[in-house]
């Protein structure tokens, strides 16, 4: 398991996976250099370890987004709100892609949940 969840009576603390870590670190390095393939192996790695990594999925889908594969980033996406229903972003950026793919209705949906969320109207 990637993290281990520590509860004590008044808070509960997340125990992150260095490992996780240092791949997720090393993959947003990739993907900012534009090194998208190798990025991708790494998001993968972490998704192999961990398949409900919110952040490696989300992370994914981004990458495929920018490297034009709009298909397989909306899957992407859509299992990251699957883990994550509330991540706002996550709904934002899967209504700019479906945007792209020209789904523009739907996506405007998506980009209006997102920043309810953000908002906190929801």
Sequence with gaps: ???????????????????????????????????????????????????????????????????GNYSEAIRCYESALECDPHNAEAWYNKGMTLRKTGRHEEGLEHIRKGISLAMGDI
């Design 1 to 67: 398991m990637a993290t281990d969840a520590i509860v004590s009576q008044e808070r509960t603390f997340t125990k992150l996976n260095p490992n996780i870590e240092c791949a997720l670190r090393d993959a947003q390095n990739c993907k900012m250099a534009g090194d998208y393939q190798l990025a991708l192996n790494l998001y993968d790695k972490v998704i192999k370890e961990d398949p409900a990594n919110v952040r490696a999925l989300h992370s994914k889908a981004n990458v495929l987004d920018l490297m």
